[in-house]
């Protein structure tokens, strides 16, 4: 047999390195496992829901339908939010924002009854458009009756009476025209064939029409 070779002495661990390599795996386990805490836990998710502009409409309904009292503060979707609390009646807008570091706002704008269309004995609140209101903030103490006189069924809620004489009636009463005039209407009628005719006697009611086109 030749020569053997001295046996080499085993290599030493590198204790460093494997050191090293233990911490940076505890320290990022650590990390997820704070990050999956944090995700599904209560500290990033919604504490408080307000509710600002409601009046016609419960606050209490709208947060609940608005749904977003616990929801993740990530990718909180106020859009959508806004979207479902504007299908309520009586909400005309909506709009959700955060505030603070757990709050969530929801300002809501309803529609404002501005006075009534009647048809036979059913009243109906309108606002300015036309629009016939199911809910809605009151109508002021003095707002006008809009009379429709031969009139069939009378409007369901959403639907729209005639514009322009909703429209004329509101300019009539804004402008002065009636104080300027002297005169103090006692009834406003809507007539399919005629138009708007504005009662208050025979010879103001002439005045009206040849002055501002009023049958």
Same mark, same amino acid.
């Given at each position: ?6 046996? #080499?002495?085993?290599?030493?661990? !590198? ?36 509710? *600002?502009?409601? #009046?016609?409409?419960?606050? /209490? ?41 757990? %709050? ?17 004995? *059913?009243? =109906? ?18 707002? !006008? ?8 069924? !009378?409007? #369901? !809620? ?28 006692? /009834? ?6 005629? %138009?708007?005719?504005? /009662? ?8 009206? #029409? =040849? ?5």
């Amino acid at each position: 047999l030749g020569p053997q070779r001295p046996q #080499q002495p085993p290599a030493p661990l !590198p204790w460093r390195r494997l050191f090293r390599g233990a911490v940076a795996g505890a320290i990022g386990l650590l990390v997820v496992i704070g990050a999956v805490w944090l995700f599904r836990g209560s500290l990033l998710r919604v504490h408080s829901v307000s509710v *600002v502009g409601a #009046q016609a409409v419960d606050a /209490r309904i709208i947060a609940g339908t608005a749904n977003v009292s616990n929801a993740r503060l990530l990718g909180l979707d106020g859009a959508a939010a806004a979207k479902r609390v504007e299908a309520l009646p009586g909400v005309k807008r909506a709009a959700v924002h955060r505030e603070g570091p757990r %709050g969530v706002v929801i300002d809501v704008t309803e529609y404002q009854a501005w006075g009534y269309w009647q048809v036979g004995g *059913v009243r =109906s609140a309108i606002d300015l458009d036309g629009r016939v209101l199911d809910k809605a903030r009151p109508a002021p103490n003095d707002a !006008p009756t809009i009379y429709e006189v031969g009139g069939g069924t !009378p409007p #369901q !809620p959403g639907a729209t009476v005639d514009v322009d004489t909703v429209s004329v009636v509101a300019r009539l009463l804004r402008d002065g025209t009636f104080d300027r005039m002297k005169v103090k209407p006692e /009834r406003f009628e809507f007539q399919r064939n005629r %138009g708007l005719v504005v /009662r208050r006697s025979e010879e103001h009611t002439s005045e009206l #029409q =040849s002055r501002f086109g009023i049958s």
